[in-house]
């Protein structure tokens, strides 16, 4: 149970007045009509009026799950991959990466476990045969996520007999690389050296290019919290979630070089700048960059260019862009579908690296595997690796051994169900009618796979009882995306009101007249950027920019 935040609140009163240059860190006061839209610590948005969502439900205190089949018996039934299907459109797994960079830019729902407010929807392993039965005890554990304590909603207590209760989101909902940073200053602090606008680095590299800090006194100054262990040895940055896989600890890892190159520019072309406004106009930067990059490149990736996101016309202060509840518990997790089995490593001139085929389960919060190669052959190997096809089908990473290191093994699958539930995600067809569409009377008109068809049928009662999270990945794709119609219609909704409903998005930031030719001023400006070019500045002459294909995130 969370409390709206202190500093939203604050805001409203106007205690801190709204900034014209510099976003806030947590999102509040970028709308100066309604300063939490978007910020951090509040509810995940919900689509329409709830008329779909069994959340939304008189008297309802948890899913109503009864009929629905066992999560871990579809993700066997279903899910299990027997071989590759690569995308059809040659969709990188650099595009699967970043898509979760993103994501960790724009959410993050802590579950209630090991709280006093701790609610438990364990999932059943029935089947004996199960590899899970023996490994987990007959059971899965599962918290539900904690919720919000405004007035409206909460967890744990009485009053959600009567309220529907709202997940939280602890990161602003805006791509203003608060992953790098910190949503606030208690995480950004420990970060900073307080010089020359400068983020802490940690071990340089043979390159000659540091890596990110270890979360230990001696390189920060205290202990920050990091997802899944606080260990001296784990890297440290913005986001507690750095250390998941070593592709997303290469992505950090490039933005806080990025972030410390940008600095010194800075200071080199403005000597009289104090430290504040180095680091601040560093980061506004990076944010603009980072933005550039997803819709430049990374959105028509996953949308196509025909059915993309309409033309931007400006800022919309009557646009909300808070992150949607259905985006985030199910239409955003099509990329775990994508994820490849083992990681490609390329060296420059595009040569295998010792360690390509690394399998991922191997390295789940691992950062000794940086250590050891450090960033350069995992993004060169990523920009090239074709990606698994959006899909009823996971790899056995994902859906046996997902942070295996660190709790020995669990279902990616079996939770995203299971997580849906939680969150009271509308089924299947009310989701498609939630967002517009036409209610599906079939499983044949969900797939024009007949065997997929059939499975769904053996599993579900109805196409009406479907988890949407099944659903939109069982989809025929849109054509020229690598989407179906319900995930796809959900991406481009959030994508556009994330672009909208922000301030301060790249296209409608007016910078000051001294920066006019500063050059990386000047790339944006231009919509010139790729990531090809940052990761070649920050590899000390590790890689060129000629190592990579024209876009990175698609072959096609």
């Given amino acids: 149970m969370i409390r709206t935040s202190h500093d939203t609140a604050r805001t409203k009163l106007g205690a801190f007045p709204c900034q014209d240059d510099f976003r806030s860190y947590g999102g509040t006061c970028n709308n100066q009509e ?74 993050l729902t802590p579950d209630s476990g090991k709280t006093v407010f701790e609610e438990r929807m364990d999932i059943d392993i029935v089947e004996k045969e199960d ?73 340089t590299h043979e390159n000659g290019e540091h890596l990110l800090p270890k979360n230990a006194v001696s390189e920060i100054g205290r202990k920050v ?27 950090h890892t490039l933005f806080m070089r990025e972030h410390n190159r940008l600095a010194r520019m800075l200071v080199e072309s403005f000597p009289c700048w104090q430290d504040e ?64 089995e083992t990681l490609t490593l390329l060296e420059t001139g595009r040569r295998a690296h010792s360690k390509s085929g690394t399998t991922l389960q191997s390295v789940f919060f691992d950062p000794s595997f940086i250590t050891e190669i450090g960033i350069e052959a995992l993004l060169l190997g990523a920009s090239h690796q074709v990606a698994e096809s959006v899909d009823c089908q996971i790899v056995d990473s994902l859906q046996n051994e997902l942070f295996k290191n660190a709790t020995g093994g669990v279902d990616l699958v079996s939770i995203n169900i299971q997580r849906g539930r939680d969150h009271g995600i509308p089924k299947y067809n009310d989701a498609r009618e939630m967002y517009g569409l036409r209610r599906k009377r079939s499983f044949e008109e969900v797939t024009s796979n007949h065997t997929l068809a059939q499975i769904l049928s053996s599993l579900y009662t109805s196409v009406n009882e479907m988890d949407s999270f099944v659903g939109g990945l069982a ?67 590790a890689l060129r920019k000629e190592d990579f294909d024209e876009n990175v995130f698609q072959k096609a």
Wanted: contains cysteine.
């Fill in 475 to 541: 989809e025929d794709h849109i054509e020229d995306s690598e989407l179906g119609e319900l995930f796809h219609t959900a991406v481009r909704d959030q994508f556009t009101r994330l672009r909208d409903g922000d301030r301060f998005f790249y296209k409608n930031t007016d910078w000051p007249l001294d920066m006019a030719n500063f050059k990386p001023v000047e790339e944006l400006n231009r919509e010139s950027l790729t990531i090809q070019d940052i990761i070649a500045r920050n590899s000390g002459g």
């Fill in 34 to 107: 309604n300063a939490d839209w978007g910020s951090y610590n509040k509810a995940l948005k919900r689509i329409g009026s709830g008329k779909f969502d069994p959340a939304f439900l008189p008297g309802t205190n948890d899913f109503p799950a009864d009929g629905m089949p066992n999560p871990r018996i579809v993700s066997r039934i279903l899910f299990r991959q027997s071989s590759s299907r690569l995308s059809v459109r040659q969709v990188t797994s650099m595009a699967v990466f970043w898509g979760q960079f993103i994501d960790h830019d724009i959410g």
């Fill in 225 to 251: 919290e990091n997802a899944q262990s606080s260990s001296d040895n784990h890297f440290v940055a913005g986001d507690i979630r750095a250390n998941e896989q070593p592709v997303l600890t290469s992505l």
């Fill in 131 to 203: 590899p899970f039965h023996f490994r987990h005890g007959g059971k899965l554990e599962f918290a539900r996520s904690r919720g919000v304590l405004d007035g409206k909603a909460c967890c744990g207590i009485g009053i959600a007999e009567r309220f529907p209760r709202d997940p939280i989101n602890l990161q602003s909902s805006f791509i203003d690389a608060s992953h790098v940073y910190g949503c606030h200053r208690e995480r950004l602090k420990p970060l900073r050296t307080f010089k020359d606008g400068q983020l802490r680095v940690g071990l």
């Fill in 277 to 340: 406004k180095v680091f601040q106009y560093s980061r506004k930067i990076v944010a603009s960059q980072i933005q550039q990059l997803t819709y430049r490149f990374f959105i028509p990736a996953l949308l196509g260019r025909r059915h993309g996101l309409r033309q931007y016309r400006g800022y919309h202060n009557n646009v909300d862009p808070s992150i949607a509840n259905f985006f985030s518990t199910c239409a955003f997790r099509f990329g775990h579908s994508m994820v490849p």
